[in-house]
């Protein structure tokens, strides 16, 4: 089944500026990143479709794949919001100058949104990423549970260079994956970072050549279809919360969440 890409809010939206197709296939949805002449820059429209995406998640969907068209995932944020012009209809980083920190608070945390569904535990994204991954591109991978580079793959969190910080989401999971002194290094020198080196400090879970790619998304998600969902979503949720949790802690979470398999899967 495909079905067609945006209800809610993100109707309202030239698809040009969105940039995205969606499909769903069985419990396998597929988001692209559409703009490839444009190397697929990201917009406030590409994050309210985002978002209006993971708030209409069919239920049955337990993969989320997130894919970028042509030679680069992602070149991030669209250069445009540094002009005066900006984006038609979505303003420009001069026009939200001008806004109450409160009111651009809202509008990040909006765009956040297109993210944070990612992490739900009921699903599992992988990111299958090739070519250039930079800013928003690179924190939209961040946000993917897992992460499939091609070799050409090259990350970088260019906001600091600009004057910016990276703000949609991306800093913690960066941070959890790399650790707080390499997170330092890569952001403040805004370096790139190769998909050797990316699967080498934790980056990347895989590292294929570019015509592979397709092929090992394919792989991971049978191999992840094959467990059983109610597991796999208890047992990503205590993952997620280990961190957060002292020994005994963790310890408690997960006798907790095994009496309520045992009961759903013996009783
Ligand atoms: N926003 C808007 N348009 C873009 C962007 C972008 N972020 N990146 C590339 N494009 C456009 C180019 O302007 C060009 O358009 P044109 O053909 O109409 O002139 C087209 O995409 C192709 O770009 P090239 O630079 O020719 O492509 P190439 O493959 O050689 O380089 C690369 C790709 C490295 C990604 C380069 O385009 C680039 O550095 N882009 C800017 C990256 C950037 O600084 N992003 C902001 C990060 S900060 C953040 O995301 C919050």
Known sequence: ??????????????PEEVGLRYEVDGEIATITLDRPEKRN???FATWAALADIGDHLPQQVRIVVVRGEGPSFSAGI???MF???????????????????STFEQRVAQAQRGFLWLRRPDIVSVAAVQGHAI?????????????????????????????LVPDLTGTKPLVD???????????LT?????????????????????DELDGAVRDLTAALLATDRDAATATKRLLQGASGRSLEEQCAAEAREQAARVKARFS
């Open 83 to 101: 002009t005066p012009e900006g984006v038609p209809g979505q303003g420009s980083f001069a026009s939200s100058a001008t806004l109450d920190s």
């Open 190 to 210: 805004a370096r790139t970072v190769g998909a050797e080196e990316a699967a080498r400090i934790g980056l990347a879970e895989l590292v294929v050549t570019r």
């Open 78 to 80: 669209d250069l445009r």
């Open 41 to 43: 820059a990201q917009t």
């Open 135 to 163: 800013g928003a591109g690179f924190q939209l991978a961040l946000a993917c549970d897992l992460r499939i580079l091609a070799d050409d793959a090259r990350l970088c969190m260019k906001e600091p260079a600009l004057g």
């Open 1 to 14: 089944m495909t079905e067609a890409a945006f209800g809610g809010s993100a109707e309202k939206i030239s």
């Open 177 to 187: 994956l790399v650790g707080l002194s390499r997170a330092v290094e890569i952001c």
